[in-house]
C-alpha cells in the first residue's frame, strides 16, 4: 500500500534562508509523486511532479525536490525563502491500483519570518 | 482559459438541510473528484469518477452524494445525515484511467457552514 509521512507539521524560517520540509513515501511500486502548495482559503496548486524521469524535479517559484528511492524520501527545498511563501505545502503519491487515487500527506505550514 | 470552477464560495446551511456544491471543467478530464479539508487533518476523499455515469465512495462517504452525468462537472451534495459538514470543500480533476503519474488540477473550494 502506498503512504506518506510528513514529518513536520510547522516550519519556520526567516526570509532569505533555505527551506526544507520533509516528505518520506511507501510504496511497492515505482511511485508518482507530487508536491502542491495551498495559500490560505483557496485551492492547491501543483508545486512540481516526480514521475521516474530524473530524480532531481525543479518545480515553480524556485521550488525543487530530490527523489531518493534508498531513502523513501522526496523532501521539498528553496534556496532563500520569500514571504509570499508562506503556507500550507502536502506531498502527494498516487496510489497504484485501479484507482489511481491521490494519496495526501497530513501538510506541513510554512511561516516565514521578516 | 482551461481550468476548474467551483461555486459558490462560501455556502451556509442550515439545520436539517441538503445543499449542492457545483464543480466544472473544461479540461477534457475523465477522473473527478472531492475532498474534504478540516483544520490540520489534510485532505480527505469523499467521492471520486473515474467516467461519465460512474463514481465510488471515498474514505468519508457517509452524509454526502455525487452525480456524474456529464463529463465536466461532478456536483456534491451535502445531505442533513451528515452530521458535521462544517468544512472546506475541494474538487479536482485529473486525466483519465492509467494516468497515475498526472497531477491533479484543483478548483479554489467551498467553505461549508452550518447556522
Known amino acids: 500500500a502506498q503512504s506518506v509521512t510528513q514529518l513536520d507539521s510547522h516550519v519556520s524560517v526567516s526570509e532569505g534562508t533555505p527551506v526544507l520540509l520533509r516528505c518520506n513515501y511507501s510504496?511497492?511500486?515505482?511511485?508518482?509523486l507530487f508536491w502542491y502548495v495551498q495559500h490560505p482559503n483557496k485551492g492547491l496548486q501543483l508545486l512540481l511532479k516526480y514521475t521516474s524521469a530524473a530524480t532531481l524535479v525543479k518545480g515553480i517559484n524556485g521550488f525543487e525536490a530530490e527523489f531518493k528511492k534508498s531513502e523513501t524520501s522526496f523532501h521539498l527545498t528553496k534556496p532563500s525563502a520569500h514571504m509570499s511563501d508562506a503556507a500550507e505545502y502536502f506531498c502527494v503519491v498516487t496510489r497504484m491500483d485501479s484507482s489511481y487515487k491521490l494519496i495526501f500527506g497530513s501538510g506541513t505550514r510554512l511561516l516565514v519570518r521578516p | 482559459d482551461g481550468g476548474i470552477t467551483q461555486s459558490p464560495k462560501y455556502l451556509f446551511r442550515k439545520e436539517g438541510q441538503n445543499v449542492t456544491l457545483s464543480c466544472e471543467q473544461n479540461?477534457?478530464?475523465?477522473?473527478m473528484y472531492w475532498y474534504r479539508q478540516d483544520p490540520g487533518q489534510g485532505l480527505r476523499l469523499i467521492y471520486y469518477?473515474?467516467?461519465?455515469?460512474?463514481?465510488q465512495k471515498g474514505d468519508i462517504a457517509e452524509g454526502y452524494s455525487v452525480s456524474r452525468e456529464k463529463k465536466e462537472s461532478f456536483p456534491l451534495t451535502v445531505t442533513s445525515a451528515q452530521k458535521n459538514p462544517t468544512a472546506f470543500y475541494l474538487c479536482?480533476?485529473?486525466?483519465?484511467?492509467?494516468?497515475?503519474?498526472?497531477?491533479?488540477?484543483f478548483g479554489q473550494g467551498t467553505r461549508l457552514t452550518v447556522v
Open positions: 479540461l477534457n478530464h475523465d477522473a
Open positions: 510504496s511497492s511500486y515505482s511511485p508518482s
Open positions: 479536482a480533476s485529473r486525466r483519465g484511467q492509467g494516468s497515475g503519474n498526472t497531477e491533479a488540477f
Open positions: 469518477s473515474q467516467i461519465v455515469n460512474d463514481f
